[in-house]
């Protein structure tokens, strides 16, 4: 089964990991291909489930504004794949359709509040290489955040910052759920 660029194997072939697995196919609504790539090394695999799991637990900022923050990390990197899982990892955190089609133009928007514009200013500028975030970003953030909330936003980012080098170099391949989404639901909207 081709899943990246190196092949891939089945989830069957990883029975130890089920649970896990089910765990996440819960949260996403199905299992991605970069776990199975992971579980050829299953360390790794388990690191970055519990580095997931504490980022996504954490009750610093809601689930809507880690999928945005999420979203637009991985536009600014240009990861297609990560983009299609974390378009839809929005909608089904709640986020209007319309809201997730403009968010490239978010600070032009009426969806965005001031507080998500500043935000997605530092997704957008941390998500780029070079990393352009500057001080600026934080003077701006701390007047809608505490430090502890900052910490989340940059955890959401740099946790995405790894999965969209690890997908975009390893070619992993987009699963039908969210190429679906994207297909679907944004691409009619203007999404390209």
């Known amino acids: 089964m081709q899943q990246t660029h190196i092949g891939g ?3 069957e072939d990883f029975a130890d990991f089920e649970e896990l697995f089910k765990g996440v ?10 776990h199975l790539t992971m579980a050829e090394k299953p360390e790794l695999l388990m690191a970055f489930s519990n580095l997931a799991n504490t980022i996504f637990q954490a009750e610093g900022i809601d689930l809507q504004t ?8 991985s536009l600014s990197s240009g990861c297609k794949y990560c983009q299609a899982h974390t ?23 009426d969806k965005y509040s001031k507080k998500e514009i500043a935000v997605l200013d530092l997704a957008f500028a941390a998500g780029q290489t070079p990393n352009l975030s500057t001080k600026q970003h934080f003077d701006n953030l701390l007047n809608y955040y505490s430090k502890e909330e900052i910490i989340d936003i940059v955890s959401v980012i740099s946790l995405f910052g790894y999965l969209n080098r690890w997908n975009d170099t390893l070619g992993t391949v987009l ?15 203007g999404w390209k």
Do not use: C, W
């Open 9 to 11: 194997n089945k989830r």
């Open 175 to 189: 699963e039908e759920v969210p190429k679906d989404f994207v297909e679907k639901k944004l691409r009619p909207l």
């Open 25 to 34: 196919e819960s949260f996403m609504g199905y299992l991605p291909n970069a």
């Open 87 to 109: 378009s839809h990892g929005a909608e089904r955190a709640g986020i209007d359709e319309d809201k997730i089609s403009e968010i490239l133009h978010y600070n032009q928007s």
């Open 66 to 73: 880690k999928q945005l923050i999420a979203l637009a990390t």
